[in-house]
């Protein structure tokens, strides 16, 4: 005989720095239409903005806020207490921006313990702001790619026609590809992600510089369609490392996503007739097709190269790929 099915528990953790927009997402939330109306909200604030939560708007919304002040009393013990006395159905936890974002999943096992009766279910939201974000990330790379990492949306909020889509998009999609990213103007209307390339994605063979690597890889990522069975000429790194299907290499560039410390080779899989002329770590010019197909090497589809030629290229001038 089946067990009786778990109720969910929901936890919203809202991520971002101080001023982000986190407080004035959380009411909107609250008031939003998707959101039933007879379900009680705990509300756990870690940081104090210059938006407050108004007693009304929380008796309107049937919501409780409590306030973590600090880092350590971010724990099950802590939480258990404002769970027994507000008994909420779901949580929305306002995350502080300087917190390393360790403790999101510690507290997801400690809510497992303490909601043994219910499925709890974490959806993590990071909240940026377009005016501040290239300062951010000049000057705090580490912690804004910590959010980047835990979050599945990324709310890029206050955002006008002159927001560089592109270098915000870099930045957050090479540590997460699979993160969702909105765009909300400063009037809370949302800009739809239609970027122009710097090249001709109709061209018989699609030329990629050295400069537009980075862009062109994001999007490739994220538009599988738009390049599906196109051709391209780019050039890049090869790796050949041990275990690869016959006539395979891996085929890509040296990308910073933050700082110094945090360089990774972003590459994919390339077949081509015969890489025997061509060393480990050289760089190369292909063109070559590009299907998106299942390899166990990737564990899901992914991209791969069918080379139609190789040739030894220069090192570019840069050989780092940057994304802001």
Request: hydrophobic share 40%.
């Amino acid at each position: 005989m089946f067990g009786k099915k778990k109720e969910e528990m929901m936890v919203y953790v809202i991520m971002g720095f101080l001023e982000a927009g986190k407080t004035s997402l959380i009411r909107d939330l609250l008031t939003d239409d998707m959101f039933d109306d007879k379900a009680k909200t705990l509300i756990l604030a870690c940081e104090e903005g210059e938006e407050e939560y108004e007693s009304a708007m929380l008796e309107k919304t049937k919501a409780a806020c409590e306030y973590i002040e600090d880092e350590e009393s971010f724990n099950g013990k802590v939480v258990e207490k404002f769970l027994k006395k507000h008994r909420p159905d779901r949580i929305i936890i306002e995350y502080n921006g300087m917190w390393p974002t360790k403790h999101i999943p510690e507290m997801y096992d400690e809510l497992e313990e303490i909601c043994f009766d219910r499925e709890v279910i974490f959806q993590t939201i990071d909240v940026a702001n377009d005016e501040t974000f290239q300062m951010y990330m000049k000057n705090m790379p580490s912690m804004m790619v910590d959010q980047f990492r835990m979050a599945e949306m990324i709310i890029i909020n206050r955002c006008t026609l002159q927001t560089n889509k592109n270098a915000i998009r870099g930045s957050i999609k090479a540590v997460n590809p699979r993160a969702q990213i909105v765009y909300e103007s400063e009037d809370d209307a949302f800009y739809e992600m239609k970027d122009e390339m710097p090249f001709d994605i109709n061209a018989d063979i699609i030329d990629i510089s050295e400069d537009d690597f980075g862009i062109w890889y994001i999007d490739m990522l994220d538009h599988p369609e738009t390049y599906t069975g196109k051709t391209m000429r780019v050039s890049g790194m090869i790796q050949k490392p041990p275990g690869l299907p016959g006539g395979f290499a891996v085929f890509g560039r040296m990308a910073m996503t933050c700082c110094a410390d945090d360089v990774q080779y972003m590459g994919f899989l390339c077949k081509a007739d015969d890489w025997a002329p061509y060393k480990n770590q050289e760089y190369v010019t292909v063109v070559a097709r590009l299907e998106f197909k299942y390899m166990k090497e990737y564990g899901e589809e992914g991209p791969v190269f069918y080379a139609e030629s190789v040739e030894k290229a220069q090192k570019p001038k840069e050989e780092l790929v940057y994304f802001n």
